[in-house]
């Protein structure tokens, strides 16, 4: 049973460019959410999805950050015009219905120069 | 406005001692307190949870007290060893349909020999 998948795992960007990340839940999973981990911190929410709805995307920057979980495919994570301060490494989670326990993924490494 | 404050920052321990860290909580609708273990390079791995209903509950050497009057809950590493140094986050949110986990800021542990 493959856990959360997430690609790349180390994305170099220059700045304003487009960053995309991809998460593949659990098998069974429903439920995505994506956290984002700046250097010695803790993961902040970004945004909680299921397919084809966002449920949550109260930890969001309200610009250039966008995320989709469509009906068939990966859940993607989108930045545009990437900026430094965007360079962290983002963490995808899966649950499946109804629990609360997240299963979280390797997670993609954002450098942005 | 940071809801789970987690102490201490940092924590070295001889190999077969016991490790403590705690966290606390504002918010009182939290019903679900995880611990994740990370290490560099990696993803949050699920430790251990705990809900409101139970005091304590033990899985192997990891044990968590729950205080709910005190709003606060702490883990235990019993018999520390060189493997558990890692970066230890507790978590809260709120049962139900999943929902976002509300991070502390982390805990760097060494186990040393």
């Known amino acids: 049973n493959a856990g959360v998948m997430q690609n790349p795992r180390h994305l170099v960007r220059r700045r304003g460019q487009e960053a995309r990340l991809r998460c593949s839940p659990m098998?069974?999973?429903?439920?995505v959410y994506w956290y984002r981990q700046l250097p010695e911190e803790g993961l902040k929410f970004m945004v909680y999805?299921?397919?084809?709805?966002?449920?949550?995307e109260s930890g969001m920057p309200k610009e250039r950050f966008s995320a989709e979980f469509p009906k068939e495919g990966p859940s993607i994570l989108r930045i545009q015009q990437v900026v430094r301060g965007d360079s962290a490494a983002y963490f995808c989670?899966?649950?499946?219905?109804?629990?609360?326990?997240?299963?979280f993924g390797p997670g993609t490494r954002l450098t942005v120069l | 406005q940071q809801q789970v404050k987690q102490s201490p920052q940092s924590l070295i321990v001889q190999k077969g001692g016991i490790s403590i860290i705690n966290c606390a909580y504002e918010?009182?609708?939290?019903?679900?307190f995880p611990w994740y273990q990370q290490f560099p390079g990696k993803g949050p791995a699920l430790l251990i949870a705990i809900r409101p209903d139970v005091s304590e509950k033990k899985e192997g050497r990891f044990t968590i007290s729950f205080n709910k009057s005190a709003k606060q809950f702490s883990l235990h590493i019993m018999d520390s060893q060189p493997g558990d140094s890692a970066t230890y986050f507790c978590a809260a949110s709120k049962t139900g349909t999943a929902s976002k986990l509300t991070f502390g800021t982390g805990t760097r542990l060494q186990v040393t020999l």
């Open positions: 989670a899966s649950s499946p219905i109804s629990y609360n326990e997240q299963f």
């Open positions: 098998k069974g999973h429903s439920h």
């Open positions: 918010n009182t609708a939290f019903d679900y």
């Open positions: 999805l299921q397919k084809e709805n966002i449920i949550d």
